[in-house]
């Protein structure tokens, strides 16, 4: 089946503007994270749901992070007001039962840049 | 604190040739461990795990790491490099308590030449 997909794949937003970020997990995952990935860095975490339930969000990095999965498949994560320093690639991973063991799937990633 | 490290930042083998991309993890607990794969352009791929068991693990594309507890490192390797194997490879620690908190260390970049 189809793999993560997300979008748009690229986008450039002024400072001040608010963005919104879709990821499209594997059907049927249980588990969804997202990312942030500087240049020449590993991904960071951000959040992690397990259905629609918002588990884990320690690290989103300020309170205009905000993630959502309403029904449980589609995730948007959202950004109000970005700042520079919020320009990085935005990955979205799905596993399939939301264990610690399950390898995670990847989409490619959002680019963000904000000037 | 949990933490990984890959002290390389960059590999260069040349084809043929037998590699190791190094990995240490400081965790407390009883760690899951991976390796991933990120192609240019491309999502992070994942490789294999350890969980528990055999210390030497098989994995996709012909890699195996070694599992060392002793010296707390999870080394990937591959006995000969392709050219195709030129990429960046991110080792990632998580824990049996907590499904969401994965680790990834901050990569390496493998270049192999012909």
């Known amino acids: 089946g189809a793999g993560v997909s997300q979008s748009p794949r690229y986008k450039v937003a002024k400072r001040g503007q608010d963005v919104a970020l879709r990821c499209d997990p594997i059907?049927?995952?249980?588990?969804l994270f997202w990312y942030q990935q500087a240049l020449g860095q590993g991904p960071e975490f951000l959040t992690y749901f397990q259905n629609e339930a918002q588990l884990d969000k320690s690290g989103l990095p300020s309170d205009r992070f905000f993630a959502e999965r309403p029904e449980g498949s589609v995730s948007t994560l959202k950004i109000q007001r970005t700042q520079q320093e919020d320009s990085a690639v935005y990955l979205c991973?799905?596993?399939?039962?939301?264990?610690?063991?399950?390898?995670?799937?990847f989409g490619p990633g959002t680019r963000l840049t904000v000037t | 604190a949990q933490s990984v490290a890959q002290p390389e930042d960059q590999v260069n083998v040349a084809e043929g040739n037998p590699l190791t991309v190094k990995c240490t993890y400081s965790v407390s607990g009883n760690p899951y461990l991976f390796w991933y794969v990120q192609y240019p352009n491309r999502g992070l791929q994942f490789l294999l795990k350890?969980?528990?068991?055999?210390?030497l693990v098989k994995g996709s594309y012909g890699f195996e790491a070694e599992f060392n507890k002793s010296q707390t490192s999870f080394h990937l390797k591959k006995p000969s490099a392709l050219v195709s194997d030129s990429a960046l490879y991110f080792c990632?620690?998580?824990?049996?308590?907590?499904?969401?908190?994965?680790?990834f260390g901050s990569g390496t970049r493998l270049s192999i030449r012909p």
């Open positions: 990632a620690v998580s824990f049996y308590s907590s499904a969401s908190k994965i680790i």
């Open positions: 350890y969980i528990t068991g055999d210390n």
């Open positions: 991973a799905s596993s399939s039962q939301g264990l610690a063991v399950d390898e995670q799937y």
């Open positions: 059907s049927g995952h249980v588990s």
